[in-house]
């Protein structure tokens, strides 16, 4: 299995601030990396895809980078409705979810 | 605008065999691939099984040896079955699929919750 690791697995942050959360694979999976967000009793949204592709009516604000092992999900400017928990997840190979950093409220 | 719709008991006693559905609406199953992802209460999402636009499968290998997950074009549903349920099974069930080359999962359904207990 490749397995994948999130940090943090959680951060307090202030609106307007800038925020990165870092996945790392356990081995290459070249830009096979999703980035999805998760509001309380909602069902995942997918925010990015191919590492850094944004999902059409995602707004601009979210940006992804990375290739190999290790990539980042970036918010240049947080809005309130961006509190939320937010996972990676590779699809090289038999897909797998990073354990997910929650995004809170300063 | 595809649509999806997850159904099937929300109580299963322990060592018996779990069944849901997910029903698609505004697109053939046939044109995407579909997963089954699970989220215990609390914690985070695990990915249980794929099927894909070939009918060709792929199963979390913790899950393997319990679950099958399959496609019926002729209602425009896809299924997952897990047997030998425990208590650890417990969770909230999604149905997600998606058309990519990179295979994201674009559409969710809005998740059911199945408990395991006797």
């Known amino acids: 299995d490749i397995q994948m690791t999130q940090s943090p697995s959680s951060l307090s942050a202030s609106v307007r601030d800038r925020v990165t959360i870092t996945c790392r694979a356990s081995?290459?999976?070249?830009?096979?990396l999703n980035w999805y967000q998760q509001k309380p009793g909602k069902a995942p949204k997918l925010l990015i895809y191919?590492?850094?592709s944004l999902q059409s009516g995602v707004p601009s604000r979210f940006s992804g980078s990375g290739s190999g092992t290790d990539f980042t999900l970036t918010i240049s400017s947080l809005q309130p409705e961006d509190f939320a928990t937010y996972y990676c997840q590779q699809s090289y190979s038999t897909p797998t979810f990073g354990q997910g950093t929650k995004l809170e409220i300063k | 605008q595809v649509q999806l719709q997850e159904s099937g008991p929300g109580l299963v006693k322990p060592s018996e065999t779990l069944s849901l559905t997910c029903t698609v609406s505004g697109g053939s199953i046939s044109s995407y691939y579909w997963s089954w992802i699970r989220q215990p209460p609390g914690r985070g999402l695990e990915w249980i099984a794929c099927i894909y636009y070939s009918g060709s499968t792929n199963y979390n290998p913790s899950l393997k040896s319990r679950v099958t997950i399959s496609g019926d074009t002729s209602k425009n549903q896809v299924s997952l079955k897990l047997n030998s349920v425990t208590a650890a099974d417990t969770a909230v069930y999604y149905c997600a699929g998606g058309s990519g080359n990179y295979y994201p999962l674009d559409y969710w359904g809005q998740g059911t919750l199945v408990t395991v207990s006797s």
């Open positions: 191919a590492a850094s």
């Open positions: 081995q290459s999976i070249s830009n096979y």
